[in-house]
């Protein structure tokens, strides 16, 4: 059976101040991201006893409540390396992640439209949830997607490459209830840096999920 870890934070809890306090920080990694790992672990036990006792009609709610706690651990993951104290800006180039600039550009038509997409993307899941810039490999384009409670509005095979949390934990203690002002903080720590290598790793994926007959 699989177990999960809580991975380390690339950074101390102030690192990404003022744009997130140090309080949210450790409390989002500590506490909430730790949740989803035992949740997903648990969830796995449970699952491994319901096939060895034929409890076959408690299946469909565990999946559920695995596909919640594994995606909240991969989207969490992701996120604390999406960030950095000295990101922010515009990916160019000139910063060595120029295929990355222009893919968004090619994807989106231009930086501004995709920053305007996932801004709002981000600030209007229904309820809990997240912004996501993804790899679609079927096109080998850039998409913009939607999680709420950590499902439902993504493309199938794609891959999280840059993810915004839009969940009130994430930003409640310090901005309230101006989650749009949280998103637009959020831009001046992505690391573009992380996004690149990730956009990188995604494309150099084989694309089977269309096989010609």
């Not at 596909?67 to 969490?76: C, D, E, N, T």
């Amino acid at each position: 059976m699989a177990v999960y870890t809580l991975p380390e934070l690339p950074y101390d809890y102030s690192a990404l101040a003022p744009v997130i306090s140090p309080e949210i920080i450790e409390l989002h990694h500590d506490k909430h991201h730790a949740a989803y790992v035992k949740g997903a672990n648990d969830t796995l036990e449970q699952l491994e006893e319901a096939r060895d006792k034929d409890q076959w009609g408690s299946i469909n709610g565990l999946q559920k409540n695995l596909a919640f706690h594994l995606s909240g651990h991969i989207l969490h993951s992701i996120y604390w390396h999406n960030m950095t104290g000295d990101g922010g800006g515009e990916p160019l180039s000139a910063d060595g992640v120029g295929d990355l600039a222009d893919a968004i550009a090619d994807s989106f038509g231009s930086y501004a439209n995709f920053k305007a997409q996932l801004t709002k993307a981000s600030a209007t899941t229904q309820g809990s949830g997240w912004g996501v810039l993804a790899y679609e490999p079927v096109s080998g384009k850039l998409i913009v997607e939607q999680v709420y409670d950590h499902q439902g509005n993504v493309g199938q095979g794609s891959t999280p490459i840059l993810v915004f949390d839009a969940w009130e934990h994430a930003f409640y203690l310090q901005y309230r209830n101006q989650k749009v002002d949280f998103i637009d903080a959020m831009w001046a720590v992505v690391n573009w840096q992380d996004v690149a290598k990730r956009y990188a790793s995604a494309k150099q994926r084989v694309d089977n999920l269309i096989l010609a007959p």
